[in-house]
T-cell receptor, first 114, second 116 residues
């Protein structure tokens, strides 16, 4: 158990809908990262927050957004869903945001868009 | 930009065989290098890491050495077990221009299956 929790574990929805994925980092970790894992794209970095502020963006679509709240949990919002958004979404946390800092991954949310 | 290339998989071995999974990288700055492992139905777990050239990371019998001259971080284990069957990801986190935000760039993953 990494100490990072993600809810829900599975999510099935229809095209055009909007969903919210939730992540609670390990106690004491200030940095939260979101990654998408799909068969065709592999594991890709989406976005990072540090202590409530957005710090880095990767290959995140404009239909997707995220935020980190004062209690440090984070939410990833996916809207106008398309079939191609079906993937595993992982959240990871680390104490700081340095290149050498270990990131601890949650179990992921499997999103299926029908 | 940054990139990580892993050897083509899947890899199938018999128990107690020697394992090597090749990983090479391209980075603009001074990366830290990681190996993560993903067991079926689970998230990623850090296996080992190295933060500077010539460092050796090791854990659970696995080892990898950060080779700056060959831009490589190959994973090795002397004697694999059935329980090592999983997907292995090589990754880097770069620091460039004094900025380091820790985001990971992953290789495509290598599926390892170990038979008794």
């Amino acid at each position: 158990d990494s100490g990072v929790t993600q809810t829900p574990k599975h999510l099935i929805t229809a095209t055009g809908q909007r969903v919210t994925l939730r992540c609670s980092p390990r106690s004491g970790d200030l940095s939260v990262y979101w990654y998408q894992q799909s068969l065709d794209q592999g594991l890709q970095f989406l976005i990072q927050y540090y202590n409530g502020e957005e710090r880095a963006k990767g290959n995140i679509l404009e239909r997707f957004s995220a935020q980190q709240f004062p209690d440090l949990h984070s939410e990833l919002n996916l809207s106008s869903l398309e079939l191609g958004d079906s993937a595993l979404y992982f959240c990871a946390s680390s104490v700081r945001q340095g290149a050498g800092d270990t990131q601890y991954f949650g179990p992921g949310t499997r999103l299926t868009v029908l | 930009g940054n990139s990580v290339t892993q050897m083509e998989g899947p890899v199938t071995l018999s128990e107690e065989a020697f394992l090597t999974i090749n990983c090479t990288y391209t980075a603009t700055g001074y990366p830290s290098l990681f190996w993560y492992v993903q067991y079926p139905g689970e998230g990623l777990q850090l296996l080992l890491k190295a933060t500077k050239a010539d460092d050796k990371g090791s854990n659970k019998g696995f080892e990898a050495t950060y080779r700056k001259e060959t831009t490589s971080f190959h994973l090795e284990k002397g004697s694999v077990q059935v329980s090592d069957s999983a997907v292995y990801f090589c990754a880097l986190s770069d620091r460039a221009g004094g900025t380091s935000y820790g985001k990971l760039t992953f290789g495509q993953g290598t599926i390892l299956t170990v038979h008794p």
